[in-house]
């Protein structure tokens, strides 16, 4: 299987391309503001390997821009392609040794998310805590299990920064027997996304 793989959940961002070994990989800073060494990279492996079969993107908890982003260009890709498209949890596709490991992240407004995966798979969340609340359930896990983040969180010492990477996503999606999302894909909302509805004109 030719499988591209893409990933920009986080300010690290990688793509991998896969036909039974990894042919080609690359990671750089992602800053969302600028999307240009995405699209060199991208523009590279397009070039070098052609058309895809599968197109795998990460789907987060990061970030909203980011994950948009590497879903609208699959969505170009496959129109392009006519490959198969799906998504996966980018948390699950953290490169580590441990089969099982906890994900913790800044979900903003004073509050952070934990997950739990195992065997690649999302078995726990992700679930929104307060500081407090968070520093209690990775004082309950095993002190063994790592614990991994993708920027830094002081508070949260533990806590070793690793970012999801594209030859893993890559890899996973070799397997059918996993749960991808189906288009249309979206990014991993850790709360309702908020809509503002339009004011209604004042009757006369």
């Not at 795998?56 to 392609?81: C, D, E, M, N, Q």
């Not at 508070?155 to 991808?180: C, H």
């Amino acid at each position: 299987m030719k499988i591209l793989a893409l990933e920009l959940s986080t300010a690290r961002g990688s793509l991998a391309r896969l036909n039974d070994a990894v042919e080609f990989a690359r990671k750089w800073p992602n800053d969302r503001k600028n999307s240009a060494p995405f699209f060199e990279n991208l523009n590279i492996v397009t070039k070098r390997f052609g058309v895809p079969e599968i197109i795998i993107v990460g789907l987060g908890p990061g970030s909203y821009a980011g994950t948009r982003i590497a879903i609208s260009v699959a969505i170009g890709l496959k129109v392009s392609s006519e490959a198969r498209l799906i998504g996966y949890p980018s948390i699950c596709a953290i490169e580590c040794d441990a089969e099982e490991y906890c994900v913790i992240g800044d979900a903003r407004r004073k509050s952070f998310f934990s997950a739990r995966i195992c065997g690649h798979e999302l078995i726990e969340g992700p679930s929104l805590h307060s500081e407090e609340e968070l520093k209690s359930k990775l004082a309950a896990l095993r002190s063994e299990m790592p614990i991994f983040c993708a920027g830094s969180l002081p508070q949260f010492e533990q806590a070793v920064i690793r970012s999801p990477s594209a030859s893993v996503l890559a890899r996973l999606a070799q397997d059918p027997q996993r749960s991808f999302s189906l288009p249309p894909l979206e990014p991993m909302y850790l709360r309702e996304p908020h809509v503002t509805m339009p004011k209604t004109a004042s009757s006369k």
